[in-house]
C-alpha cells in the first residue's frame, strides 16, 4: 500500500492504492481557475477568493478523485484533537461555503457523504476501514498531532463505527517536512509531553541555539501504531509542501496570501 501520484482530467492528486469502494485524494495547487496569489486549485472557501472560483474548483478536484462535489462535510478546524460523526445532514448546500463542524477531524459511516479537511503545510491524514465501512477525515498541526489527533480518529471510529483497529487503513498525504519544519522548544516539548520517549525519533536539535526539526508525519504515523493500526497498514507521503512550491502552498513560506488544499473520502 503506497500513495502515489494521478492525473485525471487534468488535475494532480495523490491518493493510496488498494482503497477500492472510497474515493478518495490529496489536492495539490495545480488543476485549477483561481488567479494569483491563489493559482490554481484553491479550496479554500475562506481565504478571499471568489466563492465561484472555490466552486469550480471542488467541482474539477472532486469529479478527478471519483467523490461527489455536492456532498461535502467541512469541517471548521480548531488545531485539537477533537473529532466529530457527521451525517447526511451536515452536508453544505453550497461546496464554496467555509466549513460548519468545530473539529479537526471528521468520521461517518453513511455512504455519500463526502469529508474534506484543509493544509497549507499542516498534515492531513484519511482513515478508512474497508470491513466496516467507515471513513475519517483529519487535520494534524503541530498541536494536532501533539495530542494524537491520529488516535482519535481511530478511537471515534472503533467507538461509533464499530470497526477493529486492524481493519483500520490510514494514508498520511504531503505536508511539511522535517527539512522545512524548523522550530523553537514548543513544539519538541508539547510531542514529548504526549508521546515521551517515543517523540525522539522525530525530533532532531539544529545547530541554532533553541533551534529544532521535526517529523511531523513521522510522529502521526507512529500514533497511529499507538493506537493499534498494522505498521503496513499506514501509507505515509514524502512530498513536502514546504520544498516543492510550485506543486503545493506552504503557511510558513508563503504566509496568508495563498489558496488551500484538501483531503477528501467519500465512500462510494
Not at 92 to 104: F, I, K, N
Request: aromatic share 6%; hydrophobic share 40%; net charge neutral.
Amino acid at each position: 500500500m503506497e500513495i502515489v501520484m494521478q492525473q485525471r482530467q487534468g488535475v494532480p492528486f495523490y491518493a493510496c492504492s488498494g482503497w477500492e469502494g472510497a474515493a478518495h485524494g490529496f489536492s495539490t495547487r495545480l488543476g485549477g481557475v483561481s488567479p494569483t496569489p491563489w493559482d490554481s486549485l484553491n479550496l479554500g472557501a475562506s481565504r478571499g477568493d471568489s466563492p465561484a472560483h472555490v466552486r469550480e474548483n471542488f467541482s474539477r478536484f472532486c469529479a478527478a478523485v471519483g467523490a461527489d462535489a455536492g456532498a461535502l462535510v467541512k469541517n471548521h478546524q480548531v488545531h485539537s484533537n477533537l473529532v466529530r460523526p457527521v451525517t447526511r445532514e451536515d452536508i453544505l448546500p453550497d461546496s464554496a461555503q467555509a466549513g460548519e463542524v468545530q473539529a479537526d477531524g471528521l468520521m461517518t459511516g453513511q455512504p455519500g457523504v463526502c469529508l474534506a479537511v484543509f493544509s497549507g503545510d499542516c498534515i492531513p491524514v484519511l482513515l478508512y476501514d474497508p470491513v466496516k465501512r467507515v471513513i475519517a477525515a483529519l487535520h494534524a498541526g503541530w498541536r494536532g498531532t501533539a495530542s494524537g489527533i491520529g488516535a482519535a480518529g481511530v478511537e471515534a471510529m472503533i467507538r461509533d463505527g464499530g470497526c477493529r483497529r486492524e481493519d483500520i487503513l490510514a494514508a498520511i498525504g504531503p505536508g511539511i517536512g522535517p527539512c522545512c519544519f524548523e522550530t523553537h522548544a514548543d513544539v519538541p516539548d508539547s510531542l514529548r509531553s504526549t508521546l515521551g520517549s517515543e517523540a525522539e525519533p522525530f525530533i532532531r536539535p539544529l545547530a541554532a541555539p533553541g533551534k529544532f526539526s521535526v517529523d511531523l508525519k513521522g510522529a502521526n504515523a507512529r500514533w497511529l501504531e499507538r493506537a493499534g493500526l498494522r505498521p503496513e497498514h499506514i501509507a505515509l507521503c514524502r512530498a513536502c509542501t514546504g520544498c516543492d512550491r510550485a506543486r503545493f502552498w506552504s503557511h510558513r513560506f508563503q504566509g496568508s496570501a495563498r489558496g488551500s488544499m484538501a483531503a477528501v473520502i467519500q465512500l462510494l
